[in-house]
């Protein structure tokens, strides 16, 4: 098979959801690599050139990943790619190189060190099996980064930025630690959900028990979580605090559920959004409108004709990827002439 129809079928099984675990690593590679290179069009040309509308929906796919993925982290600052032989050599072997490096609190004379990354586009989610056999599932927009040669050394380190639900195997000896933007989540054997998408970050025990402390006031505050607690850490405010009896929607994502709980439009729009992998316009004056709802396995369709009918909008597709939300009201008002 020639180097250009390979790629036009991994791109095409990319795009409706039907590639493999290595094809859609591959492509997530080639996004990455596409995103941190100015020279794009040199790029696709290497790989034959596919038609426009592949382009435009790759495109698309890295437009959606800025939009989800551009929360300033402290702890790393990503490299860009690096290139081992010939970018044509690279390309028709689907080797692609990715690689992030750690520049904080690093010895002077030191190396930098090397991370493991594993990048979930919008419109999809990810299991993986950690080196000491923890399992982590990732939802959709989110990041997960370790150091290979460092990991479970002392303690078993990773950073978030997103949302996963993990299950840590028990050590007594190596702690497991999860990193984020404001908290520091340390484990022995346990299972909980880390959100990272809002301005409040949350931190939900399914079981086991949970220290989480912020890291961002200097005031060293932590709380313990049992199961069924929470903690919610406000970035802006700096403030960190427990809730017990919780729900446990925060793990229907890991079952493909879809909740919406008493949520303003903006944040269910960003979760619709990042679920299916699509770019939704609305009018900012609804932002604030409130909504509650559960969607089990639902297509896009219906979630949009629903949302539409809880929220007295109409929608509209102008692309496959994007969408327009719209209040037949202020429509009227533009046909009659009102303002």
């Avoid at 750690?102 to 989610?125: C, D, K, R, W, Y």
């Avoid at 990732?138 to 299950?167: P, Q």
């Avoid at 427990?242 to 949520?263: G, H, N, P, Y």
């Amino acid at each position: 098979m020639s180097k250009e129809k390979y790629w036009q079928q991994v791109f095409h099984r990319y795009l409706q959801g039907e590639a493999s675990q290595k094809e859609n690593n591959t492509l997530q590679k080639f996004i990455l690599y596409l995103e941190q290179n100015q020279n794009e069009e040199a790029i696709w040309n290497e790989i034959g050139e596919p038609d426009e509308e592949i382009k435009r929906r790759i495109q698309l796919k890295i437009t959606l990943q800025k939009k989800h993925l551009n929360t300033p982290i402290v702890w790393y600052k990503r490299q860009a790619v690096k290139i081992a032989a010939t970018i044509l050599l690279i390309l028709a072997s689907s080797a692609f190189l990715y690689t992030s490096v750690n520049h904080n609190n690093i010895p002077a004379g030191t190396q930098a060190e090397q991370f493991t990354s594993v990048l979930v586009a919008p419109g999809q989610q990810k299991e993986l099996v950690l080196p000491d056999g923890s399992r982590v599932k990732l939802n959709s927009g989110s990041e997960l980064k370790y150091s290979a040669s460092e990991f479970g050394s002392e303690e078993r380190r990773v950073y978030l930025k997103g949302e996963a639900f993990f299950e840590v195997k028990r050590d007594t000896m190596h702690a497991f630690v999860v990193e984020t933007q404001g908290l520091t989540t340390r484990v022995l054997g346990t299972s909980f959900n880390i959100n990272t998408h809002d301005s409040e970050h949350a931190v939900t025990v399914a079981t086991g028990l949970v220290e989480v402390s912020e890291k961002i006031t200097g005031k060293a505050n932590k709380v313990l979580l049992h199961p069924s607690e929470k903690a919610i850490f406000n970035v802006e405010a700096g403030e960190l605090q427990k809730l017990k009896q919780v729900s446990l929607d925060d793990f229907a994502w890991t079952e493909r559920i879809l909740v919406l709980q008493d949520m303003p439009l903006h944040k269910a729009i960003d979760r619709v959004e990042r679920w299916y992998g699509v770019e939704i316009a609305y009018n900012s004056e609804m932002s604030g409108r409130r909504l509650t709802a559960r969607y089990e396995n639902e297509t896009l369709e219906d979630v949009m004709q629903s949302l539409s009918f809880l929220l007295d909008l109409t929608w509209e597709k102008t692309t496959p990827y994007k969408l327009n939300l719209k209040n037949p009201s202020n429509d009227a008002k533009k046909n009659t002439g009102k303002k």
